[in-house]
């Protein structure tokens, strides 16, 4: 008789509609066996746990645990209260009256910040509605995947209240908001226990696996050069705002003002400036399939990347801390984008992305492939977690620091903190090509 696949092996066990135990440990083995020809690839995995999900029994109502009932109960009748709040708020600003009559003459800008921000909130309570719906209905998945489209919903509605008022009780209530949804998306999918220690215990045999065949943060085969996972992404988001940082300051000091050293960094701790990290990410992910294209190619795909991301960090910053950076209005080109962007730098960033696509990005996966395995996700959480921190306090204290500048006097707490910990002159210092204009932000 021929021996059973792992996709057999895993029908069998979850053939009674459940998975204990024991039936962990069973498809861990078959995996384990199956691995020491060729690795599962990152679709097998998931076809796996999609057998699993599929035949394991769903949960109902009543099985719910007692929190979630009320949740659910709760969601429907906030989300359709949010509906409707959002339905009487959307329509007369559609139709500009309440713009006209609350708000008198604001700039275009503000208007889509405010629209968009307005969109977003009937959205989630739209979605809110249909997560507490479907788990009545006992459908976990489903109730999932929306919850994940509201996350990702709420922080666009975070960014534009960021935006308008700074920060505020509105903002707490979507980081809250944020928290609470992760949270009930991780107990939701997978919701039993079981599932989630093979789906973990999937994951460690995988990246035990190719690190013993060297092949760790390599793509599966048609899809792509590198893997596109937290690890990967996060480590090149690193790497890119330390070498950019590196690369500008040279040029500056070179080619701009020779022999003079200028403090170009981008968050309040450490040689980091983020545009060149996030930039790194996105030509990553747009030319991870064709990392072997001409170099024409990959210089035209990261010179149209690089530019609009520049673009759009410079247009953000301003209106939401009057903060202006860069100005390239005297550059060829320059002006016909406000000075957020022009030709010359735009090429500068297709030409660091070719050098990274084409040389870099496998020197990348050697470098950190020598972090051992065993220890590359402790070390990983411990340096996101320090760069989160980085990046919140880096946007409060330029928050604040817009504030003073346009006369706001900080109140105890969290403003006072800013304001005795990073005065102005401090910021001043730190951020030394960095001009703010209260004037230029949307809140005036």
């Known amino acids: 008789m021929a021996e059973k696949d792992i996709f057999d092996v895993t029908r069998d066990v979850v053939a009674d ?9 069973t498809i861990l083995a078959a995996a384990r066996k199956h691995s020491e020809e060729q690795p599962l690839t990152t679709k097998e995995c998931s076809e796996i746990m999609s057998i699993v999900r599929d035949r394991t029994k769903g949960i109902t109502f009543s099985e719910l645990p007692m929190p979630l009932r009320i949740l659910s109960i709760l969601l429907i009748i906030t989300g359709a209260l949010g509906v409707a709040a959002g339905i009487m708020v959307l329509v007369p600003m559609i139709s500009g009256d309440l713009i006209q009559r609350e708000l008198g003459e604001i700039t275009a800008t503000t208007t889509l910040v405010i629209v968009l921000s307005a969109v977003c909130s009937f959205v989630s309570a739209l979605l809110s509605f249909l997560v507490g719906v479907r788990l009545i209905k006992g459908l976990r998945g489903a109730a999932s995947a929306l919850i994940n489209v509201n996350i990702a919903v709420t922080v666009v509605s975070l960014v534009c ?25 991780t ?3 997978p919701s039993l226990v079981n599932e989630s220690n093979l789906q973990s215990g999937l994951r460690k045999l995988d990246t035990e696996v190719h690190a013993k065949r060297g092949t760790l943060g390599l793509a599966d085969p048609g899809e792509g050069y590198i893997r596109l996972d937290f690890f990967n992404l996060f480590w090149i988001f690193m790497v890119g705002c330390v070498v950019g940082l590196v690369v500008e300051l040279i040029f500056h000091m070179v080619v701009i003002e020779p022999g003079v050293y200028q403090d170009r960094a981008g968050l309040l701790w450490g040689p980091f400036s983020p545009i060149y990290g996030i930039g790194g990410v996105l030509m990553t992910i747009a030319l991870n399939r064709f990392k072997d294209r001409n170099i024409i190619f990959i210089f035209i795909v990261c010179t149209i990347i690089g530019g609009a991301f ?20 005297d550059q060829f080109l320059g002006d016909i984008f406000g000075g957020r962007t022009c030709l010359l730098y735009a090429s500068m960033f297709g030409v660091l992305g070719t050098v990274w696509i084409k040389l870099l990005l496998p020197v990348f996966l050697k470098f950190f492939n020598l972090i051992p ?47 005795e910990n990073f005065n102005d002159e401090v910021m001043a210092n730190r951020f030394q090509t960095m001009e703010i204009t209260p004037e230029k932000s949307v809140r005036k």
């Open 161 to 185: 209240e960021f935006m308008l008022q700074g920060i505020g009780f509105s903002l707490l209530l979507n980081i809250a908001q944020i928290a609470a949804q992760v949270a009930l998306s």
């Open 373 to 419: 395995w065993k220890w590359r996700y402790s070390v990983t959480l411990v340096c996101a977690s320090f760069m989160l921190v980085n990046c919140v306090m880096t946007l409060q204290a330029l928050d604040n620091w817009g504030a003073r500048k346009a006369g706001h006097i900080p109140a105890p707490g969290v403003e006072q903190f800013y304001a």
């Open 310 to 329: 520049e673009y759009f960090v410079s247009w953000f910053m301003e209106v939401s801390f009057g903060a202006t950076a860069w100005d390239y209005s």
């Open 187 to 189: 107990y939701l999918n």
């Open 17 to 25: 509609g459940s998975l204990d135990e024991q039936g962990v440990d």
